[in-house]
């Protein structure tokens, strides 16, 4: 925000330069702050989010007239280090509260940052009471998890004291301090969309025909049409060249909201010239539209700088000059935080080397064991947030594998037939398993994994909608550098960030060197860290995982958002979320396909559906039970038992499925009579007694 000598001093410029024009009033462009709550970090907005609270169900046995909410942060593991993000204003308590405050937060991709809601009294002078006693329930939460949330909304539950381990952990367990729940929202600001605009003078007059040593220069001003007279609203001012000739101008950007509110707001340019005493004069100006520019270079933007003082004067006056322009462009600039919330998921991937050059102590091994452990864990457990699955694929490079025992430098990690690994625990088992099987080799290669996982990334989905993050880990020679470097073009065209990591202390800098180059006309895609530079013994492990994650990761979004721009891929609007009480949007794409389960015996099966405990008033059929749940997702609950005609085939049909919330029960039933099923049989339940009752059809626990 400029201050405001800033203004005054501005406002005194622009009103001595607007004396060389008469009866226009000069204004300049004011930048209003917006109303919200901000971090401590400095505001960057294409990586800034709006968070809001709302809490659901509160259950606490406390009292209190009103209810204030407070944020902190705390980018480390360390209880005392919480920083206060801001302060909301008081609520009246109730069962469900709605905080109307939103607290603005730079968002950082590298970082685990963790935000603690508290939750406390409202003291007299409508500021939260500073007694630990008066503080109701507290929730603490990974900003990643939110980011990475379906619909940028994340529930989480409410705590008279919560605990950063608790959060780090990633599991909800309900326990005696259960107070309910809260939902953490958060939203994007408003996107600039700046104007890139480029200009070319012709011609232009000078000071002094022989001797001139000025130089030219623009400004832009927005023209505002008053009752009485114009002002102009200052909005930016070029560089000065010294050449009137063809003076050739930097391209300069415009904001939207300030250029083109109306399609066809006059622009007015000013060219100007100024001396070596530092003197301006005024030589023309022109009139512009954003309709007008958007045509783009061509005739129909070749403007002629008319001095209005030198026109009355001169009959013959033509113009004094020629103003061109050369490059206008409006397409949006889109972050990497925007493609992160309109759905790009992100994948990683990891590779051992098990090669070494020299035999390895065991204390040299426990110690690589321990560092890899570390360095997995860092990087991902900040990737695993974007990852809905949380599945991993793992590799192995230089050794020997059985059963015969043969050279490979591409093997899957778990010996399977697929290399993915459930969860980062997944994949330290498989690489401890694997550990114990395979013999390392003195030397590896690196390429083969590479390009097993550029053609992974190709075939991994739609455009835009998945990128992957693959980590290498090697203490040994690398021998294939030529083919290391082929492998790095093929995937600067994938969707796929590379990250070599050198473990101990061997010799790195031909793989240092490898990494450090650049290709004319190609994305860097890959980035050398060597992990023993970035360990200290004497600090907290915590610290050292920070450490790891944000050195290793640090680049990894200036990599998508290249890929994503060379790619011509827009981002979509950010995903919303289905707040409808019946069904969550989860439902509607069933966990299973439809199962077959062959059966000799010909009992009759009826229906099994599940009937939510909130629905006490309900009578059941007296062939129809309620049966148990076991999990919201993947339960047997979610299907419907339908026997054939001739009892032989017994179908499990998903029993919650885009197709059956978009088919009438008329028209469901045909379907089944025409695929050879027999009736099946469901339970009338009808809305208003949902509504009564405040159940779901879902599970609604947080």
């Given at each position: 925000?400029?201050?405001?000598?800033?203004?005054?001093?501005?406002?005194?410029?622009?009103?001595?330069?607007?004396?060389?024009?008469?009866?226009?009033?000069?204004?300049?462009?004011?930048?209003?702050?917006?109303?919200?709550?901000?971090?401590?970090?400095?505001?960057?907005?294409?990586?800034?989010?709006?968070?809001?609270?709302?809490?659901?169900?509160?259950?606490?046995?406390?009292?209190?007239?009103?209810?204030?909410?407070?944020?902190?942060?705390?980018?480390?593991?360390?209880?005392?280090?919480?920083?206060?993000?801001?302060?909301?204003?008081?609520?009246?308590?109730?069962?469900?509260?709605?905080?109307?405050?939103?607290?603005?937060?730079?968002?950082?991709?590298?970082?685990?940052?963790?935000?603690?809601?508290?939750?406390?009294?409202?003291?007299?002078?409508?500021?939260?009471?500073?007694?630990?006693?008066?503080?109701?329930?507290?929730?603490?939460?990974?900003?990643?998890?939110?980011?990475?949330?379906?619909?940028?909304?994340?529930?989480?539950?409410?705590?008279?004291?919560?605990?950063?381990?608790?959060?780090?952990?990633?599991?909800?367990?309900?326990?005696?301090?259960?107070?309910?729940?809260?939902?953490?929202?958060?939203?994007?600001?408003?996107?600039?969309?700046?104007?890139?605009?480029?200009?070319?003078?012709?011609?232009?007059?000078?000071?002094?025909?022989?001797?001139?040593?000025?130089?030219?220069?623009?400004?832009?001003?927005?023209?505002?049409?008053?009752?009485?007279?114009?002002?102009?609203?200052?909005?930016?001012?070029?560089?000065?060249?010294?050449?009137?000739?063809?003076?050739?101008?930097?391209?300069?950007?415009?904001?939207?909201?300030?250029?083109?509110?109306n399609r066809n707001r006059l622009l007015e340019i000013w060219v100007m010239y100024k001396d070596v005493d530092g003197k301006e004069g005024?030589?023309?100006?022109?009139?512009?539209?954003?309709?007008?520019?958007?045509?783009?270079?061509?005739?129909?933007?070749?403007?002629?700088?008319?001095?209005?003082?030198?026109?009355?004067?001169?009959?013959?006056?033509?113009?004094?000059?020629?103003?061109?322009?050369?490059?206008?462009?409006?397409?949006?600039?889109?972050?990497?935080?925007?493609?992160?919330?309109?759905?790009?998921?992100?994948?990683?991937?990891?590779?051992?080397?098990?090669?070494?050059?020299?035999?390895?102590?065991?204390?040299?091994?426990?110690?690589?064991?321990?560092?890899?452990?570390?360095?997995?864990?860092?990087?991902?457990?900040?990737?695993?947030?974007?990852?809905?699955?949380?599945?991993?694929?793992?590799?192995?490079?230089?050794?020997?594998?059985?059963?015969?025992?043969?050279?490979?430098?591409?093997?899957?990690?778990?010996?399977?037939?697929?290399?993915?690994?459930?969860?980062?625990?997944?994949?330290?088992?498989?690489?401890?398993?694997?550990?114990?099987?395979?013999?390392?080799?003195?030397?590896?290669?690196?390429?083969?994994?590479?390009?097993?996982?550029?053609?992974?990334?190709?075939?991994?989905?739609?455009?835009?909608?998945?990128?992957?993050?693959?980590?290498?880990?090697?203490?040994?020679?690398?021998?294939?550098?030529?083919?290391?470097?082929?492998?790095?073009?093929?995937?600067?065209?994938?969707?796929?960030?590379?990250?070599?990591?050198?473990?101990?202390?061997?010799?790195?800098?031909?793989?240092?060197?490898?990494?450090?180059?650049?290709?004319?006309?190609?994305?860097?895609?890959?980035?050398?860290?060597?992990?023993?530079?970035?360990?200290?013994?004497?600090?907290?492990?915590?610290?050292?995982?920070?450490?790891?994650?944000?050195?290793?990761?640090?680049?990894?979004?200036?990599?998508?958002?290249?890929?994503?721009?060379?790619?011509?891929?827009?981002?979509?609007?950010?995903?919303?979320?289905?707040?409808?009480?019946?069904?969550?949007?989860?439902?509607?794409?069933?966990?299973?396909?439809?199962?077959?389960?062959?059966?000799?015996?010909?009992?009759?099966?009826?229906?099994?559906?599940?009937?939510?405990?909130?629905?006490?008033?309900?009578?059941?059929?007296?062939?129809?039970?309620?049966?148990?749940?076991?999990?919201?997702?993947?339960?047997?609950?979610?299907?419907?038992?339908?026997?054939?005609?001739?009892?032989?085939?017994?179908?499990?049909?998903?029993?919650?499925?885009?197709?059956?919330?978009?088919?009438?029960?008329?028209?469901?039933?045909?379907?089944?009579?025409?695929?050879?099923?027999?009736?099946?049989?469901?339970?009338?339940?009808?809305?208003?007694?949902?509504?009564?009752?405040?159940?779901?059809?879902?599970?609604?626990?947080?």
């Amino acid at each position: 925000m400029y201050s405001e000598f800033w203004y005054i001093a501005k406002l005194t410029f622009l009103k001595r330069r607007s004396q060389s024009i008469a009866g226009v009033r000069v204004s300049p462009r004011i930048s209003v702050a917006p109303n919200y709550i901000t971090s401590k970090h400095s505001i960057n907005m294409s990586n800034t989010i709006e968070i809001s609270i709302t809490i659901h169900d509160f259950a606490t046995t406390e009292t209190a007239k009103e209810i204030i909410c407070e944020l902190y942060e705390n980018e480390t593991e360390c209880e005392d280090k919480w920083t206060k993000v801001g302060t909301g204003s008081p609520v009246r308590f109730s069962r469900n509260i709605v905080f109307p405050d939103k607290f603005s937060y730079q968002y950082v991709f590298e970082k685990t940052q963790l935000i603690k809601a508290v939750f406390s009294r409202c003291s007299e002078r409508d500021r939260p009471s500073s007694s630990s006693s008066d503080i109701l329930a507290t929730s603490i939460f990974k900003v990643d998890e939110l980011i990475g949330s379906f619909g940028l909304q994340l529930r989480r539950q409410l705590q008279r004291t919560g605990s950063i381990a608790n959060a780090l952990s990633g599991t909800q367990r309900i326990t005696e301090e259960y107070l309910g729940g809260i939902i953490v929202s958060a939203e994007m600001p408003e996107k600039e969309q700046p104007i890139v605009v480029q200009f070319h003078g012709k011609s232009l007059d000078r000071k002094d025909f022989l001797w001139d040593e000025t130089a030219v220069f623009f400004r832009v001003f927005r023209l505002e049409e008053g009752k009485d007279d114009d002002s102009l609203i200052f909005l930016y001012e070029s560089e000065a060249i010294k050449n009137h000739s063809h003076p050739q101008w930097a391209e300069f950007r415009l904001d939207t909201q300030d250029a083109a509110d109306n399609r066809n707001r006059l622009l007015e340019i000013w060219v100007m010239y100024k001396d070596v005493d530092g003197k301006e004069g005024y030589i023309g100006k022109f009139l512009t539209t954003y309709a007008k520019m958007k045509y783009g270079p061509g005739s129909d933007n070749i403007y002629s700088v008319i001095n209005d003082v030198k026109k009355a004067q001169k009959k013959s006056y033509e113009n004094s000059g020629k103003m061109e322009l050369v490059k206008f462009t409006d397409v949006s600039f889109y972050s990497f935080l925007d493609y992160i919330v309109s759905g790009t998921q992100l994948h990683f991937e990891i590779g051992v080397d098990f090669s070494s050059p020299e035999p390895v102590h065991e204390l040299d091994q426990r110690r690589f064991d321990g560092e890899l452990h570390m360095a997995i864990r860092a990087i991902g457990s900040i990737i695993r947030d974007y990852t809905p699955n949380r599945l991993f694929a793992a590799f192995g490079i230089g050794a020997k594998i059985p059963p015969t025992f043969h050279e490979s430098n591409e093997f899957f990690l778990n010996f399977s037939m697929d290399p993915i690994c459930r969860g980062l625990d997944g994949v330290m088992e498989a690489y401890r398993k694997a550990q114990t099987m395979v013999t390392p080799l003195k030397e590896s290669k690196l390429s083969p994994v590479i390009n097993y996982v550029t053609r992974m990334s190709h075939r991994s989905g739609f455009r835009g909608l998945h990128y992957h993050v693959l980590a290498l880990f090697t203490r040994g020679e690398v021998t294939d550098l030529k083919e290391i470097q082929q492998a790095l073009n093929s995937a600067s065209d994938a969707p796929l960030s590379i990250l070599i990591i050198g473990m101990g202390d061997y010799d790195f800098s031909p793989l240092q060197k490898l990494c450090s180059k650049r290709k004319d006309g190609r994305r860097d895609v890959v980035q050398f860290i060597h992990l023993k530079s970035l360990l200290n013994g004497a600090e907290a492990p915590w610290l050292n995982k920070s450490r790891i994650a944000e050195t290793a990761l640090r680049q990894v979004p200036q990599h998508m958002v290249q890929y994503m721009h060379n790619a011509n891929i827009a981002a979509k609007p950010p995903i919303q979320v289905c707040r409808s009480p019946l069904f969550h949007s989860s439902s509607l794409i069933p966990d299973k396909p439809t199962e077959f389960d062959f059966e000799l015996t010909k009992d009759i099966r009826h229906v099994g559906i599940e009937i939510p405990s909130l629905m006490p008033n309900l009578i059941l059929p007296p062939d129809l039970s309620p049966r148990p749940r076991q999990d919201r997702r993947g339960s047997d609950s979610q299907y419907l038992d339908v026997e054939t005609m001739r009892g032989s085939l017994t179908v499990r049909v998903p029993e919650r499925c885009h197709s059956v919330l978009q088919t009438s029960r008329e028209q469901y039933q045909r379907r089944l009579k025409e695929r050879g099923l027999a009736r099946m049989k469901f339970p009338r339940v009808e809305l208003s007694t949902l509504e009564s009752s405040g159940g779901s059809t879902q599970d609604s626990s947080l």
